[in-house]
């Protein structure tokens, strides 16, 4: 396992994260709890120390709540708010109680708030201030989210996707990511399993508890027939699941790749084989190429004028 800076948050994280989504047992099927301890434990064992988790991704908190007395020092903990009722503060004391912690090192609020939300910003300094919070930031999704939490806030690190079949928003702003150095979590890289290389076309996934259960043969067939393109990728990472995981490591903007792990087996190859390699600069020239003649990489009309829609909305505001 390999480690890097968190921004400069002082914070050296494994560059393989535990994403614990999985383990809450209502977003990728149910799971067996003893078997989740048993795949932190691996995790940890292989050097990983950076997990994420929020309170609406099920039992996950929970889970680590049983798990990381006795070893919370080794562990570099992220969790989030999520909009609920009762509000941020209030929100964090439970889950300091669910993970059996008294602070949380990086706190972040589940979406990118605006200036008309600039209260939760305001409340996450203030957490940040008590010290029940070491570091803070969001969970964002577009262009203008970054433009607006780089150029507006004080965030310590935000969390985005990036994929083979996603690069969208990351590569557009990886300059500006670099200049402010701030911390990069990145989730999605497997495209919820769809460039694991495990799934055919055919795939069905019929767990009611599984996100994927709501997804349309037609969309499933599409996703995987566009996965299926990026396989060359396996002469030099071994499999299509490593090389995925494998390419947003390859940009030094990332600080750390979450991924979703359930069981032992998951966390051998998530920990065990992912670590310590990038994509060589000939494998991403041809990403590049595929990405574009698929338009991956087209920053559409509609995601353009969406994201000047925002930016138009937050200059009101201000």
Known sequence: MQYRQFGATGLRVSEVGFGSWGIGGESYGRVDRAESLRALACAQDLGCNFVDTAQVYGEAELVLGEFLPGRRHQWVVATKYSGQSEGLTATLEQQLQRLKTDFIDFYQVHWAPTRREQSLYDELYRLKDTGKVRFVGVSLKSVADIDYVLDCTRIDGLQLSCNLLEPYPYFLRLPRLREKNTGVIIRSSLKSGFLSGKYTARSTFTDSHDQRHE???????????MAEQFRFLQDEAGSLLVAAARYPLSFAETSTVILGTKTVAQAQINFGEIPAGTLSEQALQKITA??????LRNYSLKQRLRDQLKRIKNRIKK
């Open 290 to 295: 595929l990405q574009t003649s698929l338009g």
């Open 215 to 225: 997804l349309s043969q037609a969309d499933i067939a599409s996703t995987i027939t």
